[in-house]
Nanobody, 118 residues
Framework: VQLQASGGGLVQAGGSLGLSCRASGPIYKITRMAWYRQTPGKEREVVAAIAGDSTHYDDSVRGRFTISRASASNTVYLQMNDLRPEDSAVYYC??????????????WGQGTLVTVSS
């Protein structure tokens, strides 16, 4: 299963950006879609996740970021509002589920850079 992420870029503090990530391949069922971010020297951390009807947000982004998905196109979105310089990072999408052979898959997108200037 391959993921293609898009979006990101440079924005001023207080601005908004949207990320999208589409999964393609032999997907039977998606169980979890998530966005992570990573800055140099730090571990990758989960920003937001969606599984079924449940969503999870890191405390640092709750109320500012919104994760959503379009099941028909196997796409996950991350709308980021009121961005802060500390949100600057490389953002990665992650999708987990089952393929047509009922094997578990866990795939990562290629990463997209978000830079927030102060």
């Amino acid at each position: 299963v391959q993921l293609q992420a898009s979006g990101g870029g440079l924005v001023q503090a207080g601005g908004s950006l949207g990320l999208s990530c589409r999964a393609s391949g032999p997907i039977y069922k998606i169980t979890r879609m998530a966005w992570y971010r990573q800055t140099p020297g730090k571990e990758r951390e989960v920003v937001a996740a969606i599984a079924g009807d449940s969503t999870h947000y890191d405390d640092s982004v709750r109320g500012r970021f919104t994760i959503s998905r379009a099941s028909a196109s196997n796409t996950v979105y991350l709308q980021m509002n009121d961005l802060r310089p500390e949100d600057s990072a490389v953002y990665y999408c992650s999708v987990e589920g089952f393929d047509y052979e009922q094997d578990i898959f866990a795939s990562w997108g290629q990463g997209t850079l978000v830079t927030v200037s102060s």
